[in-house]
Every structure is written in structure tokens, then in C-alpha cells.
């Protein structure tokens, strides 16, 4: 496995951070050799690649911005791709070729990316894009000046009164020439011809009239979008949820079991009612406990399923008795166990749920009386949450008490473009129409069979929504979606102002009359059934512009967009909580004061959490360490079980970071304590022994741990950048200078296989690395990415903390340069941390990627000077994360007002 | 239990090489796979429960000049493709009360797992050991491409309790794999055509759709308009396609593949029972025009069903009913007009497989369709599995129709066997293999 891998790490060579621990497919040498010519060709003109860029990945395929908008096939947009990549190669090589002709061999090479480098520092810093050295374009950009700028304006934008179309096409220069040679300009012509016009025709097609120029000057703008994936499946969550009511925070954890003697629900025989922390009993023939009988009793167990993160779970009951396990709503069966029959007693589902959300969860098991045969009494339910192991569902993760009813779209939706370094909805494709498609049946059939009857029992009468009635109580029963028996018309209107309410807030705001009738009217006309009629305008509905766009609502109130921003910023989804549409409608989010009251009150909420968990996850690029395993022989007990004990530690640790009063970004590096497991405890000794009292499960360490610094020593993360049997500083390097501090870096020109440590078995790991990353050429970005690896070779393959490899002791010195390049010298993981608890660069890295990850736009879009701002904020306010996210989500929502008051 | 499957294994077993298979059984060179294409043979299964009134059920004179006594009487116009069939003793034991093992054994022939259900009396059971037979039927005629169809079974059900117990599943897909019968008619309808009546409500909604769409174009950017531009362009293309599609299904013109219409609204709840049964049976129909499947099975509610059939003046739920003794006159009554009840149904679907020509042959559908009405106890009040009801109506099985027979006392393991015979996939044992020495039933040809 790891003599295919290309490392120096498929971090450094794809600049995607791929996870060390995964091996690389064959073609990336190909690939990435590609790559690095695109992405240098890009630099040297400019293209604005973003600082965290992730886009170099797909650099081939992607376009920097969206101005040419979505295409709709691969071909079409290779093609265009393929033009600019081809303009810009041909402009490098000259420059290429007149740096080799002064400095001879590798100076050379050294020199075009020390070239590199500065582009890359201009980009980083938003210098704008100057003409590169070329005689050509600058005699061309002098004739435009003189002879043409006064009619089509400086930079082609266009004349009122002389010529007001902006000089933009589609021709190529030679054509240009002609065109200018014969007819520019107007009065006199034959000024303007031969080589002087094909100066200008060069330039301008550089410099604004060619479809590349435009791309290299569009400064960035709030695109518009369609719902990602997430954000769909989140819609409609909360679609279904405008109907079912929205979950309210506990801190209870555990499910409510209540207890009875005979196998049935019988107030006069029910003996206990507890919290239970998890659901794993063996009662073998002993029964539950005193006063039932040990061969005939019932249990309820009550509660909710809270889920952090979307994904694939798989849910398992083992029981050796008859149960039902409801999901979902209390109605909705799971796994129908009713009776128990042979030695059947492992029961698995499948389902797929989203993240911030709370599933009411019942099950009731039965011990019956048998006259033969009697079975010990035994029951548990694990999960299997995404990418993960199987496991008892623990104890944070369960809720007592009834939760209301919540939907999780099943539907598979095609991943969105991530590469911008977030999801954005930038494209359409048959693909994703057809999902979207399959998502709206798939809806309709949950609004037929579930909200449709709830409207009817909790609404029937007034029709109003004052007769809402929340959570699940008294539901059983009714759940077909077919009509009652209240008259025919009466019923086509209920129908029709239920589907109504559907709409509206699937359309985020009222109807006008078309829509009505288009949406609503026409299709329960089209048929007499209550079911079809739904479909129908579901259908409709939700593969409508109106719902699939959030922010194409200019027809809106303005608190209505205010709201719709709040939701699709900190939820990725839509307002359909009663509290939030009744403030649009009483339109009270105009004021920056109510739009940040109202965030407050959302960041808080479940769903404002998962995606915050979301966030942190794409801050510390988590998703792309993919699976962590290591050599079994050196590390037996690294096993699955420790390692979901790591990620729940993690876990634990962020959520205790973020939602704690202070809220502090500071503590996620100086925190001295974390949580543990007693397998934690076990495995990495001290430092990792839970608090004086507490004992089990997931607990906190004392605090004062040693070589305890937060996130930065959490040995998943540790272990997550390091091979399989050793550490690989390049990998802890590219993820501290990419992701921590928010640089660039350049994939090498090649790729490369580590050094292997059996070669070299004097050599410590920082030695080998130095050893493989010496050439002068790997040496313009290794004493970036080494410098900071090196700090935290303290930590091995496993995160385990070390002060020796071997028989050496380890050297965690190291530095780094910063954007204003000042030199920082560290003598160790605990200097580093305090380094970037206190680093702007540090600090601009968060701010940055948590308002992409949040509003799914660049944040220069929403002004220059806006990340700064920012920035300064969140330090004003002791580093506060809540904050800042509140912050950036009252910057989005405002957007839509801002302009407004600047239109005339 | 073993089957004989193909032309190989039956030339394996009876000991013959390929090259003296051809003389002495005299067959076409090319084997079985070229024989002419067959007639499609097909198989209903109907579920009433608890019991009948057995005085007004059996015929008392056997052979073709049988007489229908009350219950069975709505079959006048079918006699002569009907054959009753007495002395069929479901006699599987093991763990189970009576109406569990009359409907768990009743067409898988074997005892239930042990488990924990208790029923009024007995020991508690689980469901059954073994595949059901109209489960092995169809997966026999889904493993041959000359006998497979898109669904190879359909299993539809009427006022079936919302509850999976060993009381309400008639089918198993193997041990401990009861299937859940289809008992809501809209359910069905969205299982056979779901997918087209979908793209039919797509179809008719992308066009204002597209409206919509260019509204609203002038509420963003020029630059902006080109991805709602290029939206817009691949709803035209789905549009398009749908339109295609829709226009080449009317042309073709087939009614076998028309989408059914049912009546609009139609709950599932007691009173409506009538209606449903109508509805299914349609569908049944329709699916068989279709050629969806060759196999189906009708279960009205389950083993102790309740039905109240108001509709007759009947206000008691069956199963109570039918626990009263043969003195209770009123109950007697109530019951034989229920089971004649359960009757007309299985008429209306004879009727209705009558009308319906044969798709692509001669005949109609019931001349090749097997109607089986069945239920899991000889009489209510007696619980006895003895002189199980079977009642066959159509030509499906080839069965020589238009008789009563009297078997006096067999295993119905054997006539299971006989139906796996007759649909071309004879097997050695159904079931429980102590109850099949005596092999398939004879004299039904």
C-alpha cells in the first residue's frame, strides 16, 4: 500500500490533503504533473485562485467563477476550459524562456517560483492583477489610451452618447486586427494598422474582451445558486417540520424506559419509570427488576435519536424478544419484530439522516408467557453512524422524553462542486434534475400519507394556524392520505389551503395569483384523489425555481429575505419555524438588532449546531482523513472501537469549545484538558485519566495535562496525519500551513514515494524528511510545510506522546514565515500552540472558512474590506466563535437590504 | 424439498446421458428450450378465513353432476370450470393454536418456528419453517426467461390488520420471511404503475413550469440568467422526452398497459370493504393482461378476520360469530351468508378473468387461470384443519373442472405438490416430506 502512495504525501502532491492513511490511485502522477503546469500558467496571469484553494484539484475542470455560468455538459466546459488554459500557457513560456536565457539550470526553475511565490502573495493579499511585461501589450494598452478610451472607456466598459456596448466577444486577436486595422478608429482608420493594430487587439483581448479576461477581472459577486445537496435535504426537513413543529434543546440525555409486570400496558401493573443511559440489557431469567415477573413483562422505552452528522446510518436491534421499533414519528414502524420466531434476533435498517435533527424513537419490547421454550430475556440497539463501527448508540446521543415528528429525505442526491473548497449549486445537470425529481415523489408521498392526515385531524375545523398543535401526542390511528368523510367541497378546500401552506413556505413567502392557481388550483382540479392531487403540486413545487433558488426572491418583503438568509445560512435550509414566519409577517427583521437577536437565537439551535460541526470538520479538513487504521503489528491496539473513542473525544471537544459560555477559538490550542474514554485512558496513560469523580463513558480530563494543547494534540488528528507506521511531518506541515493558517502552498512539480525508514534505520523520521525535501527546488515550499511539521513529532503515528524515535531524542524546533514575513521560531508543540491561538493569519483562516462554509459565497463578494472587518470583530469580541458566526450570518442577511438602501 | 428443474437434472436423476435421452424419450434434438412457446398458466390463491358452514359448502353428490349448495351458488354460471375438492386435511402440528397453523401451514405445508405468540390455546409459535407454495411457484417461473414477469407474484389483501403476527401473512418467502400482502388498492396501483403514473404527473406539470421560469429570469443578473437559462433548457428536454414517451404508449394502443383508473378516496375501513375488494380484484386483473405476474394471492382480512358485514345486516365480526355453535340459528344463518359473501368474490373474479380475452392467444384469461379459494379451518366453531375448503375455478392448472371429489382424509401436502406439478415444476416433497410419500394427488388431470 505504501510503495504506491506518492508522498511527500498526497497532500503536498494534490494539494487535496488526502488522507495519508488512503493510497493514491495510478494516474495521479499524470494528473498532477497537469496540474502544476495549469496552476503556474494561472499564476503567472493572475487567475484569482482563491487562498485556500482546493480548486487546483479540479483546476482543469472548473472555471474560477461563474460568469460564463453553469455549462451544462463536461464537454462544452473542457472545451472553453481549454481555451483559457491554452491562452495562458502560451504567455509563461515566453517568461519562461526569457528567465532561463539570464540564469542558467536550476536557478532558473528557483526563479520562476520564487515568481510564483510573489504572485501568490500578491493573490493572497487582493493585489489586483497587473499587465504582464510584454512589449506588445503595453504598446497596444498605449494606443488604446490615446486613440480608442475615449469612446469605448478605459477598460472597454463603454461610452454613453459615443459607443455604449462594452467591447466583449468572442474573436479571436487575429480577427480583432483586422477588424481594427480596417475600420478603427472611426474617423480616421488608416492610423491604426499593421502591427500597432494587432498591438491593440492583443491588448484588449487581454485585457477585457476575451472571455478569459473577463473571467481574470470579474471581482468576485454573490452568485446565484441553486440548493446544494445539504441544503435540500435540510428544505425539506423543515418542510415537513413547518407541519410536524421544531425540536426544542434539552440537556437530558438517555431514553425513558417504563416497566410492567404482564406483557402489555397496564397503568396498575407499571413497576418502573426511569432514565435509562443506553439500551443494552441482558435480564437473562431474571426479569427487570422486583415485583414483575421475570417470564412475562413489557417495556417502553421512549425518547429521541440525536444526530449530528448526514449520512448512512445503519440501526440494529438484538433482541431475543418480540419488539417494535417506531422511528421517525411514533407511527412510523422500523422494524416490526411483533412476534418473536425462531432464533431470529439480529434486526438491521438502513436509513439515511440528516444532521440537526432529533428522531422520535419508541421501542417496546414484550416478554410473553410461553408454555415451552422460554428464552432469557435480552436486548440492545447499536448503530452503525457513517464511516464508522458498530456501536451501542451512546448515551449523548439519546433523548428522553417525545420529540416531534421528523422526515429524513432517502432519496440519493449527486455531489455538489466542491471546487471553490465549499459546496456551491452552480450547475445544473440531468443528473441532479432527476434527483430532484425522485426527492419531490419521495415527499409528496410522506405529505400524502403523514402531514396531509395531521392537517386534517389538528386543523380541520378552523383551518387556521392557530390550531397548530405540536409534538406527536394522540397521533395513532389516522394516517391514510385519503380523504374523510367531511363533504367533497369541504374537503377540496381544506386540501387546497393545506398545499397552500406547503407552498408558501417551500416558496419562502406568500403566493400571488398565478402561483396559486398554477401550484395549487390546477392540480387538485386534475383529479378527483387526494393522494394525486398532492403529488401533483409537489411535484410542481418543489422542482420550481421558487424553491430550488433561496435567494430569488427580490419580489419578497424584506424581512422575508432577511429570514430566508438566516435559514439558509446557519440551518442550509428554509424559515418554517412558527416563531421566525411570524416575524416576517409582523415584518420584524428589518433592523440589525432584530436580524441579530434572531441569529442568536438560531445558532444555538440543533440545527445551527450540526452545521457549525460541519464547519469544523471542513476547517480541520477531517473529511479527507478518511478511514485511520495502522500496521496492526506495531500498534495492536489501535483498533476500531479506540478509534471511534478518538472521534467521539474529538467530538466532545469542539461542541465543549464552541458551546460553552465563552465560546473561545483561543481554548481549541491552549486547552490543557480534553475528553477521554477508559479505553483512552488506558491506551494513552496520562494526560488522558478522566476528572477526579467521574468514571465511564465520555469524560473529561483533569485539566493541566501534559502535552495537552487542545485540537493540536488530539491524537485523532495525530494519527489521522501519519502513515501507518510512522508520522509524516509534510502531511501535520501542509494541513497546519493550509488549513491552521490558511496559506497556499503549490502542489510539487512531481510526485514523489517517501523515503522508506527501512533504508534509512539510522535516520529519524524529521531526518529522512529533510534528507528527501533538500533539493533547492523542494526547498521554496518545504521550509514552509516542514518547519511547522516538525513541531509535532512529538506525537507519533498514533498520537501518543514521545520524546524519542529510537534511540534519538526528538528535535520539535521549528518556524514559520508569516504573510507579512516576520520569521517565528517555535521550540515545540507548546510554543506552536500558543502561536496559533494569537496568529492573525491563524485567525483570517477561521473567519474565512467559516463564512464560506456558512454563506456558500466568497467573502470578498460581500466587499473588500470584509474579511478584515471581520476579523478585527471577532478578536474584539475575545474570539468568541458563537459570535462570529452570528456575525457572519447577520452580513449575509442583510445583504439584500444594504443594496436596496444604495439604489436610488 | 427437492424440484426437478430443468431438462438436465431430470436427465441426471432418471440416470440418462443426453445422447439416449433423445431416443428413448424421443425429444427434439435441441432439448426443451425450443419447444413451442407454452400457454401461460396462472395461479390465484383466495384467502376468506375461519371456517365454513360446511352442510351448505360441499357438494353431497361427487363427480360432474355435483350440486352448488347455498354458499357456493354465485359459481352457477362458472360450474362446469369449477371442481371442489373434499377430504384435503391440512395436518401439519407442532407449536401454534389452531387458526396459526391454519393459516402459516396452509400453503407452506410445515410446522412454525417456536416463538412467542400465544394464541387461545396451544403452545406460542413464530412464523412458518418454509417458503410458501405460491412463493416457490413463482420463483420457479421467475428463474425461466420464458416464464418470467416483471413482478413474478403480486399479493394483494383486503382490511388485513396493520400488525405483522402469524395470524395475518398467508405467503413466506422462505423460513421466517412472511410477506406482507398489499391490502390498500392505491398502494398496489403505485406498485404496478407507480413509475408511469409519476411521469405522467411530471409530464403534466413541466410546461407551467417553464412559465415560471421565464417570469422569473428578469429578477436576476444577465449573468445570472444563464444558469436559470440552462435550467430552463433541460426542463424543456425532460419535457420533451416525457412527451415522446406518452405519445408512443398512445399510439401503441395496447389496453393491457393502460394505467387503470380507481375511484378516488376510497378508505381503508370496514364499511368500505366491498369497494376494495372490487378494486383489487380489478387490479388483479388487469396486472394478469398485463403479464405482471402468473401467480397472486387474494387475502380477505386474516385468520380470525373481523370483518362486520353491515352491508348484509350484519352487525358481529365474523370470527366471533363463527365461534358460536351449530344451535345458534341466527349465528348459523349470519355465517353462511358471510362465506357466500366470500363466494361472490371469488365469482366476480371468475366473471371478470371470463371477460378478458386471453392476451395474444385464444381464449380467455380464465381458461388459463386457476382460481384456488381456500381458508385455514374446515368449520369455525370446531377449529378443525380437517376438510379444508378448496375450491379451484378456471383452467390455469388443467385440472379436469366441472367435478366434485371427495379424497377422504389426505394430507394437503399433496395437493400442493399437485399444484407445483401442474405449473410445470414437479417437485418430490412440499413441506413437510413425511406427508408427501404418497406423492401429488391423482385423478385431478
Redesign the interface.
Known amino acids: 500500500m505504501r510503495a504506491r502512495s506518492t508522498c511527500f504525501g498526497p497532500t503536498s502532491c494534490t494539494g487535496r490533503a488526502a488522507a495519508p492513511n488512503v493510497p493514491l490511485a495510478k494516474p495521479t502522477r499524470l494528473v498532477e504533473k497537469r496540474l502544476a503546469r495549469t496552476v503556474r500558467a494561472g499564476k503567472i496571469l493572475g487567475d484569482p485562485i482563491p487562498p485556500t484553494s482546493q480548486r487546483w484539484t479540479t483546476g482543469l475542470r472548473r472555471q474560477p467563477d461563474?460568469?460564463?455560468?453553469?455549462?451544462?455538459g463536461a464537454i462544452p466546459m473542457l472545451a472553453r476550459q481549454s481555451n483559457i488554459v491554452g491562452l495562458a500557457l502560451r504567455v509563461p513560456v515566453v517568461v519562461r524562456v526569457v528567465i532561463a536565457k539570464r540564469l542558467p539550470g536550476l536557478a532558473a526553475v528557483t526563479l520562476v517560483l520564487v515568481g510564483l511565490a510573489a504572485a501568490s502573495w500578491a493573490q493572497e493579499n487582493g493585489q489586483p492583477n497587473a499587465l504582464p511585461a510584454d512589449p506588445v501589450l503595453a504598446k497596444g494598452q498605449a494606443i488604446y489610451a490615446r486613440s480608442c478610451a475615449e469612446c469605448h472607456g478605459g477598460q472597454g466598459e463603454g461610452v454613453a452618447g459615443s459607443y455604449a456596448d462594452p467591447l466583449i466577444g468572442d474573436a479571436s486577436i487575429g480577427e480583432l486586427t483586422r477588424l481594427i486595422a480596417d475600420d478603427m478608429p472611426l474617423d480616421e482608420p488608416e492610423t491604426c494598422v499593421g502591427e500597432d493594430a494587432a498591438a491593440v487587439a492583443a491588448y484588449i483581448h487581454h485585457a477585457f474582451y476575451s472571455e478569459a479576461a473577463r473571467i481574470r477581472n470579474r471581482p468576485p459577486?454573490i452568485?446565484?445558486?441553486?440548493l446544494t445537496g445539504t441544503q435540500l435535504r435540510q428544505s425539506l426537513a423543515d418542510l415537513y417540520g413547518h407541519f410536524a413543529g421544531s425540536m426544542w434543546r434539552t440537556e437530558e440525555r438517555g431514553l425513558r424506559g417504563t416497566y410492567f409486570d404482564g406483557a402489555r400496558w397496564r397503568n396498575e401493573n407499571k413497576k418502573i419509570e426511569r432514565v435509562d443511559p443506553t439500551l443494552d440489557f441482558d435480564f437473562q431469567r431474571n426479569g427487570p427488576g422486583e415485583g414483575i415477573n421475570a417470564e412475562d413483562f413489557f417495556i417502553q422505552w421512549r425518547g429521541a435519536l440525536k444526530v449530528d452528522v448526514t449520512g448512512p446510518y445503519e440501526l440494529i436491534v438484538r433482541s431475543t424478544?418480540?419488539f417494535v421499533f417506531n422511528f421517525g414519528t411514533f407511527e412510523r414502524v422500523l422494524i416490526?419484530n411483533?412476534?418473536?420466531?425462531?432464533d431470529?434476533t439480529e434486526f438491521r435498517e438502513a436509513v439515511y439522516l440528516t444532521a440537526g435533527r432529533v428522531y422520535p424513537l419508541q421501542i417496546e419490547l414484550?416478554?410473553?408467557?410461553?408454555?415451552?421454550?422460554q428464552p432469557p430475556a435480552r436486548i440492545s440497539l447499536a448503530w452503525v453512524p457513517p464511516g464508522g463501527t458498530e456501536q451501542t448508540i451512546p448515551r449523548h446521543h439519546l433523548l428522553p422524553g417525545s420529540a416531534p415528528a421528523v422526515y429524513s429525505l432517502q432519496v440519493h442526491l449527486p455531489a455538489d462542486d466542491r471546487s471553490y473548497g465549499f459546496e456551491r449549486g452552480?450547475?445544473?445537470?440531468?443528473q441532479w434534475?432527476d434527483s430532484t425529481?425522485a426527492a419531490a415523489?419521495e415527499f409528496a408521498d410522506v405529505a400524502a400519507g403523514e402531514l396531509w392526515a395531521r392537517y386534517r385531524r389538528d386543523r380541520g375545523r378552523d383551518g387556521g394556524r392557530s390550531g397548530r398543535a405540536r409534538g406527536d401526542s394522540g397521533a395513532r390511528g389516522d394516517t391514510?392520505g385519503?380523504?374523510?368523510m367531511a363533504g367533497g367541497d369541504e374537503?377540496r378546500d381544506r386540501l387546497r389551503s393545506f398545499l397552500t401552506e406547503v407552498v408558501e413556505t417551500a416558496f419562502r413567502g406568500p403566493l400571488d395569483e398565478?402561483?396559486r392557481k398554477?401550484y395549487v388550483n390546477?392540480?387538485v382540479d386534475?383529479?378527483?384523489?387526494?393522494?394525486?392531487a398532492i403529488?401533483?403540486c409537489l411535484?410542481?413545487a418543489l422542482?420550481?425555481?421558487?424553491f430550488?433558488?433561496p435567494t430569488?426572491d427580490?419580489?419578497r418583503s424584506p424581512s422575508q429575505r432577511v429570514a430566508n438568509r438566516l435559514a439558509l445560512t446557519l440551518f442550509d435550509s428554509l424559515p418554517a419555524d412558527e416563531w421566525l414566519i411570524t416575524a416576517v409577517r409582523e415584518n420584524k427583521l428589518t433592523s440589525e438588532g432584530e436580524i441579530r437577536s434572531a441569529a442568536e437565537r438560531m445558532v444555538g439551535d440543533y440545527r445551527g449546531q450540526a452545521k457549525t460541526r460541519e464547519f469544523l470538520y471542513e476547517w480541520l479538513n477531517l473529511r479527507h482523513l478518511g478511514e485511520v487504521t495502522k500496521n496492526r503489528q506495531r500498534f495492536p491496539e489501535f483498533d476500531e472501537p479506540l478509534i471511534a473513542d478518538l472521534k467521539a473525544s474529538l467530538d466532545a471537544f469542539l461542541d465543549e469549545v464552541v458551546w460553552s459560555e465563552s465560546s473561545d477559538y483561543r481554548q481549541l490550542f491552549l486547552a490543557d484538558w480534553n475528553y477521554t474514554t477508559p479505553r483512552m485512558s488506558e491506551y494513552y496513560g496520562q494526560g488522558w485519566q478522566p476528572r477526579e469523580g467521574e468514571t465511564g463513558g465520555l469524560t473529561r480530563t483533569a485539566t493541566g495535562g501534559d502535552g495537552q494543547f487542545g485540537l493540536l494534540s488530539h491524537p485523532y488528528l495525530m494519527s489521522g496525519l501519519a502513515y501507518q507506521d510512522s508520522t509524516s511531518p509534510i502531511h501535520r506541515g501542509v494541513f497546519l500551513i493550509r488549513y491552521l493558517l490558511g496559506r497556499t502552498i503549490r502542489p510539487p512539480a512531481d510526485a514523489f514515494a517517501p523515503l522508506s525508514p527501512d533504508l534509512h534505520p539510522d535516520l529519524t523520521t524529521r531526518e529522512r524528511v529533510e534528507l528527501q525535501t533538500s533539493p533547492e527546488s523542494c526547498q521554496v515550499c518545504h521550509t514552509k510545510i516542514n518547519g511547522l511539521g516538525f513541531t509535532l513529532e512529538n506525537f507519533d503515528a498514533v498520537g501518543r506522546f514521545r520524546s524519542q524515535e529510537g534511540e534519538k531524542p526528538i528535535d520539535p524546533t521549528g518556524s514559520y514565515t508569516d504573510r507579512n514575513g516576520q520569521v517565528v521560531g517555535f521550540q515545540g508543540p507548546r510554543d506552536l500552540a500558543n502561536y496559533l491561538a494569537g496568529s492573525d493569519d491563524a485567525y483570517q483562516a477561521f473567519v474565512n472558512r467559516a463564512f464560506q462554509h456558512f454563506v456558500k459565497q466568497p467573502v470578498a463578494a460581500y466587499g473588500p474590506d470584509r474579511l478584515a472587518q471581520l476579523t478585527a470583530r471577532f478578536k474584539e469580541s475575545q474570539f468568541q466563535i458563537r459570535n462570529l458566526l452570528v456575525e457572519i450570518a447577520v452580513i449575509a442577511a442583510r445583504q439584500p437590504l444594504e443594496n436596496a438602501s444604495q439604489e436610488p | 424439498m427437492t424440484s426437478l428443474r430443468s431438462r438436465r437434472e431430470f436427465l441426471v436423476q432418471s440416470g440418462l446421458s443426453l445422447a439416449a435421452a433423445n431416443f428413448a424419450l424421443g425429444l427434439p434434438s435441441l432439448g426443451w428450450a425450443d419447444d413451442q412457446p407454452a400457454r401461460k398458466q396462472r395461479l390465484v390463491f383466495v384467502f376468506s378465513p375461519n371456517g365454513v358452514i360446511p352442510q351448505h359448502f360441499w357438494p353431497e353428490t361427487l363427480g360432474a353432476d355435483f350440486e352448488l349448495k347455498r354458499i357456493l351458488e354465485p359459481l352457477a354460471a362458472f360450474k362446469q370450470q369449477t371442481l371442489t375438492l373434499h377430504g384435503v386435511c391440512n395436518r401439519i402440528r407442532g407449536?401454534g393454536d389452531g387458526h396459526m397453523r391454519g393459516i402459516g401451514c396452509l400453503l407452506t405445508g410445515i410446522e412454525?418456528?417456536?416463538?412467542?405468540?400465544?394464541g387461545g390455546s396451544d403452545?406460542?409459535?413464530?412464523?412458518s419453517?418454509g417458503i410458501s407454495v405460491d412463493q416457490y411457484i413463482k420463483s420457479q417461473l421467475q428463474a425461466d426467461p420464458r416464464t418470467q414477469t416483471r413482478f413474478g407474484s403480486l399479493e394483494f389483501g383486503a382490511l388485513v390488520p396493520d400488525?405483522?403476527?402469524?395470524w395475518t401473512r398467508l405467503s413466506y418467502a422462505g423460513?421466517?420471511q412472511p410477506v406482507a400482502p398489499i391490502d390498500?388498492p392505491?398502494q398496489m396501483l403505485n406498485k404496478l404503475y407507480g413509475q408511469t403514473?409519476?411521469r405522467e404527473?411530471?409530464a403534466?406539470?413541466l410546461d407551467?413550469?417553464s412559465?415560471?421560469?421565464r417570469?422569473?429570469e428578469n429578477?436576476?443578473?444577465q449573468?445570472?440568467?444563464?444558469?436559470?437559462?440552462?435550467?430552463l433548457?433541460?426542463?424543456r428536454?425532460?419535457e420533451q422526452e416525457l412527451q415522446a414517451e406518452l405519445s408512443l404508449r398512445k399510439s401503441q394502443g395496447d389496453v393491457g398497459h393502460a394505467v387503470p383508473e380507481?375511484p378516488?378516496?376510497?378508505?381503508?375501513e370496514n364499511d368500505n370493504m366491498p369497494q376494495i375488494c372490487k378494486m383489487q380484484l380489478d387490479l388483479l386483473v388487469n396486472s394478469f393482461v398485463a403479464d405482471f405476474a402468473r401467480v397472486a394471492s387474494f387475502q380477505i382480512t386474516n385468520s380470525v378476520g373481523q370483518p362486520r358485514m353491515k352491508w348484509l345486516g350484519i352487525d358481529e365480526g365474523h370470527h366471533t360469530l363463527s365461534h358460536e355453535p351449530d344451535s345458534n340459528e341466527d349465528a348459523y344463518e349470519k355465517l353462511i351468508k358471510i362465506n357466500t359473501w366470500y363466494c361472490e368474490q371469488v365469482a366476480y373474479l371468475a366473471e371478470r378473468l371470463a371477460a378478458t380475452p386471453e392476451p395474444g392467444g385464444g381464449g380467455s384469461l380464465l381458461d388459463n387461470t386457476t382460481i384456488v379459494w381456500t381458508n385455514e379451518l374446515g368449520k369455525g366453531n370446531s377449529h378443525t384443519r380437517d376438510n379444508i375448503p378448496f375450491v379451484l375455478v378456471g383452467g390455469g392448472l388443467g385440472f379436469q373442472m366441472g367435478r366434485a371429489m371427495d379424497f377422504k382424509r389426505v394430507p394437503h401436502n399433496r395437493l400442493l405438490m399437485s399444484f407445483c406439478e401442474a405449473m410445470g415444476h414437479p417437485v418430490k416433497s412440499f413441506g413437510n416430506p413425511d406427508f408427501c410419500g404418497d406423492g401429488p394427488l391423482t385423478g385431478l388431470v
Open positions: 461563474a460568469t460564463l455560468g453553469p455549462s451544462r459577486r452568485a446565484l445558486a441553486r424478544c418480540a416490526n411483533r412476534i418473536q420466531s425462531g431470529q414484550y416478554q410473553r408467557k410461553r408454555s415451552t421454550g452552480l450547475a445544473v445537470d440531468r434534475d425529481t415523489l391514510g385519503r380523504g374523510d374537503n398565478a402561483s398554477f390546477d392540480q386534475a383529479t378527483e384523489d387526494d393522494s394525486e403529488k401533483r411535484l410542481a422542482k420550481s425555481p421558487r430550488l433558488y430569488l427580490a419580489d | 407449536d412454525l418456528f417456536p416463538g412467542d405468540v400465544q403452545t406460542p409459535a413464530g412464523w419453517q400488525r405483522a403476527d402469524t423460513p421466517n390498500d392505491y403514473r409519476n404527473a411530471l403534466s406539470v407551467g413550469l412559465e415560471d421560469f417570469k422569473l429578477m436576476v443578473s449573468e445570472d440568467r444563464r444558469l436559470l437559462a440552462d435550467h433548457a433541460m426542463v428536454e425532460v380507481l378516488a378516496n376510497v378508505r381503508e
